[in-house]
């Protein structure tokens, strides 16, 4: 499997869900590999299968979510998209006493940036890729926000720490701001500095990047 590298921030727009196929590489949590042909996953409450062909024309086949790891898609275009299936756990309360919440379902999230120290997921109720191979997400209301969610990844976590979502205007933007560096200085509190630089505003959401950056910085 080729690693997925570089920063993907994605242009959220709603897309209605069209049946198409890519080049797939499925795999299985049993270890077995399958390359083929495969639909977008989607994580709205009607689809609960992924669906894929061995070959272009192929009968189709579906496998439950929960039997899959990830999937690399790769387009026309040279693209490469990869998601995975994980639970994604959420930061509340105070700055000065926050807990963390699990929700009990599973989602697929979609690799934007990863590290061997770090990895950067976004997660959307559904997936399109456009002619030109460009990626986009719908918004997603039931994970806790109504847009699609930025979270993080570190080698031995197995569920996914929301720390932002991806676009919120208006009177809810003040708020996005605070609840990310909440979450974001609690994620981060194992580098004291970083922590401390979120919390004095240093870092905003939109700095996602430039923070993933120097967090991979001071574990080096």
Known sequence: MKKIITLLFLFVVVVAKAEKYYKAEIQFRNGELKNGYAEL??????????????????????????????????????????????????????????????????YWSLLTFADPVIKCYQTGENYHIDNEGEITLTLKSNIGMASTSISFLRPGEEVLTMITSSETEGANALGRESKFRKSAAHYFKDVTELAKRIIDKEFKTDDIPELLKTYVLYKK
Not at 66 to 79: H, L, M, N, P, V
């Open 41 to 106: 996953p989607s994580n709205s409450i009607l689809e609960g299968a992924i669906k894929f062909r061995e070959s272009e024309k192929g009968k189709i086949i579906r496998y439950d979510s929960d039997e899959i790891e990830y999937i690399a898609y790769s387009t026309d275009s040279g693209r490469e998209y990869l998601f995975e299936y994980r639970n994604i756990k959420t930061i509340y309360g105070s700055k000065n006493n926050p807990r963390e919440h699990t929700f009990k379902v599973k």
